[in-house]
């Protein structure tokens, strides 16, 4: 059973940095693409950051220059290192594996930011 976990949500002051962890466990993802949405109060979820299986990135304009994505295939991990956070940043964030016929996600760790 294909599982994707996602940790490190908590409390943020505005301008600090937090990173977000997503471990995958039940299958290999090596070659999927990854990546990782947000959803906040009354909104729709959105897209922040995707990566390929060759290593690039695609990520929403709101968070270019302070998010950045990376994976470790190895440890079937994906991370999120979010610095100078914004309180509209705060969200339930999500993590995603491209997979087919449906993509895989985790439930979401919740980070709020504070000013």
């Known amino acids: 059973q294909v599982q994707l976990v996602e940790s490190g949500g908590g409390l943020m002051q505005a301008g600090e940095s937090l990173r977000l962890s997503c471990a995958a466990s039940?299958?290999?993802?090596?070659?999927?693409?990854k990546g990782w949405y947000r959803q906040a109060p009354g909104k729709e979820r959105e897209l922040v950051a995707l990566?390929?299986?060759?290593?690039?990135?695609n990520y929403a304009d709101s968070v270019k220059g302070r998010f950045t994505i990376s994976k470790d295939n190895a440890k079937n991990m994906v991370y999120l290192q979010m610095n100078s956070l914004k309180p509209e940043d705060t969200a339930v964030y999500y993590c995603m594996v491209v997979s087919s016929p449906g993509n895989y996600w985790g439930k979401g760790t919740l980070v709020t930011v504070s000013s």
């Open positions: 039940g299958r290999r993802f090596t070659t999927n693409t």
């Open positions: 990566i390929t299986y060759g290593g690039t990135t």
